[in-house]
């Protein structure tokens, strides 16, 4: 079984301010993991994913994230947050190698930028 | 332009009525999968396919229908058994991997579904 915990329902942070989102997952087997984004009204989209190799993976719109196994975190930062970065963010875990085919979805961050 | 579609992106659907949310996608992904959206309840599964002719129940699947004739289309519909449909309805597909898991998830537009 797998499952995925976001902290914070909400954050919010001021424009040019350090963006962290935290995600931790449990899962029996190495797992894959993806953080996704949302604008209003429209479908989710890959920001980024680890799968193996380095454990500090960079995506696009200057996001980073680092799998650490110890803590089973895979948490979401951005250097500098700009005001098109005001979204819903997922993160996602998929058991490598459970055959289920079905990825575990936290329940989201919603992230507020203030001018 | 490989992708992912749904239509309509906003539906309106009568008491007593069942309705229908198409899907098609033209990226051979073997796996399509849809889900639910309520605010602040992340995504929900409703149902998913990992080959034609097979799909599988997911977390909510009471008062949904799929079917999975061809390998780029995964309709889903919403049937007068369902209670509270009134929700935002994501599409997803994805390649399978041969570790036995899938890759990334590509999504559709969405459709809103409203109940009047």
């Known amino acids: 079984a797998q499952s995925v915990t976001q902290l914070g329902s909400h954050v919010s942070v001021s424009e040019g301010a350090l963006v962290l989102l935290r995600c931790n997952y449990s899962s029996s087997v190495p797992p894959y993991l993806f953080w996704y984004v949302q604008y209003p009204n429209q479908g989710l989209q890959l920001l980024l994913k680890?799968?193996?190799?380095?454990?500090l993976v960079k995506g696009i719109n200057g996001f980073e994230a680092e799998f650490k196994k110890s803590e089973t975190s895979f948490h979401l930062t951005k250097p500098s947050a700009h005001m098109s970065d005001a979204a819903e963010y997922f993160c996602a875990v998929e058991g490598r190698g459970g055959g289920s085919y079905i990825p575990t979805f936290g329940r989201g961050t919603s992230l507020i930028v203030h001018p | 332009d490989g992708g992912i579609t749904q239509s309509p992106k906003y539906l309106f659907r009568k008491e007593g009525q069942n309705v229908t949310l198409s899907c098609e996608q033209n990226l051979n992904h073997d796996a399509m999968y849809w889900y639910r959206q309520d605010p602040g309840q992340g995504l929900r599964l409703i149902y998913y396919?990992?080959?034609?002719?097979?799909?599988q129940k997911g977390d909510i699947a009471e008062g949904y229908s799929v079917s999975r004739e061809k390998k780029e289309s995964f309709p889903l519909t919403v049937t007068s058994a369902q209670k509270n449909p009134t929700a935002f309805y994501l599409c997803?597909?994805?390649?399978?991997?041969?570790?036995?898991?899938?890759?990334?998830?590509?999504f559709g537009p969405g459709t809103r579904l409203t109940v009047l």
């Open positions: 997803a597909s994805s390649a399978l991997l041969a570790e036995g898991a899938t890759d990334t998830q590509y």
């Open positions: 396919s990992q080959i034609v002719n097979d799909f």
């Open positions: 680890y799968t193996t190799g380095a454990t």
